[in-house]
């Protein structure tokens, strides 16, 4: 469906049922799949063939599903996982060993932070924290020779900073490393950060691809661009025979098109298995089906609340790259010409204790670790998610701890307003 809008590619994209087939995707809900010879079997364990055997490794239903996230990213392959967590850790361990760099923009979300800098450090690969606004001449400081992947998302959560996609991919090429980008909170129908130079894109496919709150999730995209045999010193996982898959060199074998997505699920979903479910799978197709539809009003919303809070006395900052004022306003223009998304970050004078007050005071909109629902919800960063955050992380990743992050939903935008000003009544 390469010819046609994105907006019909979240509806049609990744399954094209025949003749007396099911019109929705099916949910093949089976661990395992037969076949008539141990041949036939064995030319699947050899990749030899395409097909299934076991559901950790792949499924009809998640194919399908895959399928249609590589045609919304305008990718060559695509894989789903078990949670967006999961999907940045295969996404980086796929192109990193023990003893490798990464170099990774500072304003992240508090979670992947931690991957990297705790989880990820822990087996042997070290990274650099770098400014979302760091000069071309600071990012490539930031390189060294053992260097593999850049990491960076696209709008940040919840600093809602706005990477400028287009300057970390030439830095990242420079050194022959893929540029990888976290592309939740716009989705591919706000940007497609492969269109402005990343090599893969990470979902968590729980936020607004599911949209309603009912299935965690994660998706991995190969943009299928990434010459991997011309830098083949760096990426001996792709490069080299792999022992554990009877020596197949997944560069040669599947190409720039298919060598990432095929490593990431014969090496790593093989071993550590972080798969989604079919049911999943299926719930996140029923989301797919109306992100193009739910977005235009995220943002309206969005948008509606930020001017708002912009003008009201008892906000002291606000963030949303919508806003005229706002530092990411003309790299918000250039990539989110459509608007971002409908997450609103801002800072309420009195700090903490303000930000405590005005969640208690909230009607309408609820407390959540959620982001990115059909349904409002808020929290405080800085006491939830970035809670494994120091004061000074908290500051460098420009998360002040009285920020409030506001994922504003699909209600009327009048009534969330209404019940805004209520609560800000109350501080």
Not at 151 to 176: C, K, Q, S, Y
Not at 190 to 209: F, L, Q
Request: one cysteine or more; hydrophobic letters at 35%; a negative charge.
């Amino acid at each position: 469906m390469s010819n046609y809008k994105v907006n019909t590619k979240c509806v049609q994209g990744g399954y094209t049922p025949k003749n007396g087939e099911p019109r929705q995707i099916p949910i093949v809900q089976s661990t395992t799949f037969k076949y008539d010879t141990s041949e036939d079997m064995g030319k699947l364990f050899d990749l030899e063939a395409t097909g299934y055997f076991y559901t950790r490794l792949q499924n009809p239903t998640n194919d399908y599903v895959a399928a249609k996230l590589a045609e919304l990213e305008g990718g060559t392959a695509a894989m789903l996982t078990s949670s967006g967590q999961s999907a940045n850790f295969f996404a980086l361990f796929n192109l990193c060993e023990c003893g490798d760099h990464i170099v990774a923009s500072s304003s992240i979300y508090g979670g992947t932070f931690n991957l990297i800098s705790v989880t990820m450090k822990k087996m042997g690969i070290d990274v650099t924290f770098v400014s979302p606004d760091a000069t071309e001449e600071e990012l490539n400081a930031a390189f060294k020779d053992n260097t593999k992947a850049m990491f960076g998302e696209t709008i940040a959560n919840p600093a809602l900073t706005v990477l400028d996609i287009e300057l970390f991919a030439r830095v990242a090429h420079a050194h022959g490393v893929p540029l990888v980008v976290d592309n939740t909170f716009p989705t591919p129908v706000n940007c497609r950060p492969i269109e402005w130079g990343a090599d893969i894109v990470t979902h968590s496919t729980t936020k607004y691809m599911d949209g309603h709150g009912a299935a965690v999730g994660g998706a991995i995209i190969d943009s299928g661009k990434f010459d991997w045999m011309a830098h083949a010193d760096k990426y001996p996982g792709l490069c080299t025979p792999d022992e554990s898959y009877h020596g197949i060199t997944y560069a040669e074998k599947f190409g720039k098109e298919g060598a990432f997505i095929t490593k990431a699920t014969a090496q790593l979903m093989r071993d550590l298995g972080s798969i989604q479910s079919p049911q999943h799978a299926f719930y996140l197709n029923l989301g797919l089906e109306s992100l193009h539809v739910r977005m235009p009003r995220h943002v309206e919303n969005g948008q509606a609340v930020a001017e708002f809070l912009e003008k009201h006395p008892k906000v002291k900052k606000v963030t949303y790259s919508g806003l005229k004022s706002d530092k990411y306003y003309e790299l918000g223009q250039k990539y989110l010409p459509n608007g971002g998304c409908g997450v609103v970050s801002f800072e309420l004078n009195g700090g903490r204790s303000a930000a405590e007050r005005f969640m208690k005071g909230l009607k309408l909109a609820a407390i959540e670790t959620h982001v990115a629902d059909a349904r409002t919800c808020c929290l405080n960063p800085a006491t939830s998610t970035h809670r494994q955050m120091t004061d000074e992380q908290l500051s460098e990743a420009g998360i002040p701890a009285g920020l409030v992050r506001m994922s504003c939903g699909l209600e009327d935008k009048e009534d969330l307003i209404n019940d805004i000003a209520q609560a800000l009544d109350q501080i």
